[in-house]
């Protein structure tokens, strides 16, 4: 794993690059936000742990110009530990905060949070293409095929069945469900989750000898093929 640390001061930036390569990283430093950011820019990282006060470009700024471009977590440091300063830096872009002093091990801990969650990100993203049995979705051209035959989806039918794809197996909730597909707090009074399962399923299932979407009573629903 490939790290790169924008930290201005020689001592901290010193101890940063050792621990971290006494871990197993290989670690790269800036030490002004210029440099930084032109490091960020032209070489892939896996991660980018950047101090906030940094001379040319302190390291907000720098953070919004990588946004542009660059997806790579940022676990950011610095001195200003006031709830509205992590605040502007989350909302800046900063995948997560660390306010100086801390101790290593917190900072070991939090970068291997967030490289595992990188790394699902990264799994689930390159995902497009999925097959259970005789059916076939291709996500990026919004392409739905059973048994050959295309089924007209409608966009949020396809988006229930793209969820219901990538977590092929696991039982979801009706609440998982309606944040997910339409990003709302569930309300137990309403039947829109009900309601689309049954229109998918009537597309995906009722035509074909064999069902995929699975209710799992008390639980919720779940797509795979299970055997006769």
Do not use: C
Not at 164 to 192: C, K, P, Y
């Amino acid at each position: 794993m490939k790290l790169l640390v924008v930290e201005d001061e020689a001592k901290a930036a010193a101890y940063l690059r050792k621990g971290l390569t006494e871990e197993g990283y290989q670690v790269e430093v800036a030490h002004n936000g210029v440099d930084g950011l032109h490091m960020a820019s032209v070489h892939d990282y896996d991660l980018i742990v950047l101090d906030w006060m940094l001379p040319g470009i302190d390291g907000l700024a720098l953070l919004a110009a990588l946004r542009q471009t660059r997806a790579v977590p940022v676990l950011m440091l610095t001195a200003r530990g006031q709830i509205d300063d992590r605040v502007r830096g989350l909302q800046g872009g900063a995948d997560d905060y660390l306010v100086k002093p801390f101790a290593f091990s917190e900072l070991v801990a939090r970068i291997q949070v967030l490289l595992r969650r990188a790394s699902g990100a990264r799994t689930v993203a390159e995902t497009t293409q999925f097959k259970v049995a005789d059916l076939e979705v291709d996500t990026v051209r919004r392409k739905a095929m059973r048994a050959g035959q295309r089924l007209d989806l409608s966009p949020k039918e396809f988006s229930l069945l793209a969820l219901l794809l990538r977590r092929q197996g696991h039982v979801l909730s009706r609440t998982e469900i309606a944040e997910q597909v339409w990003d709302m707090n569930f309300d137990s009074e309403t039947n829109v989750v009900e309601v689309a399962i049954r229109r998918l399923r009537a597309k995906l299932d009722q035509p074909f000898e064999r069902p995929l979407l699975h209710t799992v009573r008390g639980m919720g629903y779940v797509l795979e093929d299970r055997a006769p």
